[in-house]
């Protein structure tokens, strides 16, 4: 009995003196909270400037060893977590719809600003045909490389992607193929296209690129990517023609795949050669389903159809087919110089049979175009609208 006293004693000697100790840490008050006691509660990372809906979105910091933090958007919990051992916390959760999101961090007692989200759909526009062939060129080279674009470049600059088809071969290099249009221009007409247009990605696959032959394509190839423009529908050999371009915006990651169903003999890629990407119903498949393993929504641009017919074709039709049903959201179409219809085959999926013309030398219906604005997400295409362009010459010009 007496040793049990004994333990009793020393142990209410130990309490107190751990609450006196605890008491004058905190200046004597004898009121500190668990959350005084606990480590600071912090926000480390920072927001990007913006996400796409349906874009992942990361918060870290520092609370109290395992304790559980939550990530609240205007009052709403999205995400919780149990921070480390050493306190470190990183909250995830992916965007929704379009507005802007107050982002606050509570471990249930305390509450730390970690600022305001915009969501926001990634905006993307695509034109038609561009080549500095014909009047292009001498022009650009009397009134400089921003000439064709003075009228357009603020529009296509504003867009988050922009998209066209470079219907030209960029070299000094080669002959002329034996055929009845053969375009070329100069490696100083590229770089306005990115600095001041704003271009992200140019396909090649059509039925000029290889104008002047394999060498004057590389050399297109060479001039563009050291402008910073990335290239689809053509590569040095059929792999590298067939291989995605990917754009990263408002965290999503958007894949842009090139075609061409208008083929001049030896235009095509081989497998040790040098040329364009031939549209082909397995390797859409194929190269679609790749794509959407590395990228969010996959777009498809295809050149094809009859020139000065706006409508589709069924060959035209199957090509969309083959697309879409391997998962892309948006199909673009060139070749027929003039602009014709957009369909929506499904809720989150479009089509654009021919953007027509851009900047090329035009005259009647081949001088009617358009920019064509759309608005993509996570889930693929969620509106869209035609801009009205007219060509003067060969440039263009919002209505």
């Given amino acids: 009995m007496q040793r049990l006293l004994v333990a009793a004693a020393l142990a209410v000697f130990a309490a107190v003196g751990a609450a006196a100790l605890l008491l004058a840490l905190h200046g004597g008050s004898g009121t500190a909270s668990a959350a005084e006691r606990a480590a600071p509660l912090t926000v480390t990372s920072h927001l990007p400037g913006w996400r796409a ?86 022009a650009i080279a009397s009134h400089g490389g921003a000439y064709p674009w003075t009228f357009v470049a603020p529009t296509l600059r504003a867009a988050d992607i922009t998209t066209g088809n470079l219907e030209t071969s960029v070299s000094t290099r080669g002959a002329a193929a034996v055929k009845e249009y053969t375009f070329r221009g100069e490696p100083d007409d590229l770089p306005a296209l990115r600095d001041l247009a704003g271009f992200d990605v140019l396909t090649l696959a059509n039925n000029h690129a290889v104008d002047y032959g394999r060498d004057a394509l590389l050399d297109t190839l060479r001039f563009a990517h050291a402008d910073g423009l ?34 001049p003999l030896n235009f095509n890629a081989t497998a040790t050669s040098a040329g364009t990407a031939r549209a082909d119903l397995d390797a859409i498949a194929e190269d679609v389903h790749a794509a959407l393993r590395r990228a969010d929504v996959a777009v498809c641009f295809f050149h094809w159809g009859v020139e000065l017919h706006p409508d589709p074709d069924s060959r035209q039709q199957v090509f969309a087919s083959a697309c879409l049903n391997a998962g892309a959201a948006l199909v673009l179409g060139a070749h027929p110089h003039v602009l014709g219809p957009v369909t929506r085959p499904g809720p989150r999926s479009l089509v654009a049979w ?46």
Wanted: proline share 6%.
């Fill in 230 to 263: 990335q290239t689809i529908g053509a590569g040095a050999n059929e792999a590298q023609a067939r291989r995605p371009a990917l754009v990263e915006a408002g965290g999503l990651k958007i894949a842009f795949l090139g075609y061409s169903d208008v083929n």
């Fill in 354 to 399: 021919t953007l027509g013309n851009f900047v090329f030398p035009s005259s009647g219906a081949t001088a009617r175009t358009a920019i064509l604005h759309v608005e993509l997400d996570r889930s693929g295409v969620r509106g869209y609208r035609l801009q009205p362009v007219t060509i003067e010459g060969f440039r263009p010009h919002p209505d």
């Fill in 53 to 138: 809906p349906g874009a992942p979105v990361s918060v870290s910091g520092f609370a109290g060893g395992e304790t559980r933090v939550q990530l609240r958007a205007n009052g709403r919990v999205v995400a919780s977590a149990v921070s480390g051992r050493l306190g470190a916390y990183t909250l995830r959760f992916v965007t929704k719809a379009p507005g802007r999101l107050r982002l606050v961090v509570t471990d249930g007692t305390r509450s730390r600003p970690a600022g305001t989200l915009v969501v926001r759909r990634v905006q993307l526009d695509a034109v038609g045909d561009i080549t500095f062939g014909e009047e292009v060129g001498p």
